[in-house]
T-cell receptor, first 115, second 113 residues
């Protein structure tokens, strides 16, 4: 498609439950990025993929967070045993290339609320 | 490490007035710079970007930004603001390789009629 698609739009989980978010990048884009926006302001980079390979995971919390991009499937971001502090909007972006000159196209985000 | 500072958390301007949103960056080389806009409940839309060349870049919706290396700034401007410009604006810097974006904290623009 020509837009980055993210599902679900909203997700509510009780503390300790698992949350799984999905992202379908723009067709033909090889790179996928996940960002976390807490409290409607600062964006934090989590992880990026080149096709199905992890490219940069320096922003991923060491525990509870994992992500995958498998062939012919949407990419996913999974949080095991969610905590209140995980409440945020999670944005996915895709781009054609990895050099900084390539524009990232953002999806509409998934709002995760942990209660 | 890259960093971006947007000194103004909120700005209020009258409709029809000019606008300047400030952005200062820290990066070891010539940066890739971006301005994004986020309307309530929406994702990010790219307004404009600077990679190299002309330091005054034109974007969508009548916005422009000027890259000033000596001041490490990339301020966003618009000569005449419309009520529909009310949103949050984010400045970001991108690495030359890896494409990871580092965002500022954002500036909320309010437009009064």
């Amino acid at each position: 498609g020509e837009e980055v698609a993210q599902t679900p739009k909203h997700l509510v989980r009780g503390e300790g439950q698992k949350a799984k978010l999905y992202c379908a990048p723009i067709k033909g884009h090889s790179y996928v990025f996940w960002y976390q926006q807490v409290l409607k302001n600062e964006f934090k980079f989590l992880i990026s993929f080149q096709n199905e390979n992890v490219f940069d995971e320096t922003g991923m919390p060491k525990e509870r967070f994992s992500a995958k991009c498998l062939p012919n499937s949407p990419c996913s971001l999974e949080i095991q045993a969610t905590k209140l502090e995980d409440s945020a909007v999670y944005f996915c972006a895709s781009s054609e290339g990895v050099a900084g000159a390539y524009e990232q196209y953002f999806g509409p985000g998934t709002r995760l609320t942990v209660t | 490490a890259q960093s971006v500072t947007q000194p103004d958390i909120h700005i209020t301007v009258s409709e029809g007035a000019s606008l300047e949103l400030r952005c200062n960056y820290s990066y070891g080389a010539t940066p890739y710079l971006f301005w994004y806009v986020q309307s309530p409940g929406q994702g990010l839309q790219l307004l404009l970007k600077y990679f190299s060349g002309d330091t005054l870049v034109q974007g969508i919706k009548g916005f422009e930004a000027e890259f000033k290396r000596s001041q490490s700034s990339f301020n966003l401007r618009k000569p005449s603001v419309h009520w529909s410009d009310a949103a949050e604006y984010f400045c970001a810097v991108g690495a030359h390789y890896g494409n990871k974006l580092v965002f500022g904290a954002g500036t909320i623009l309010r437009v009064k009629s």
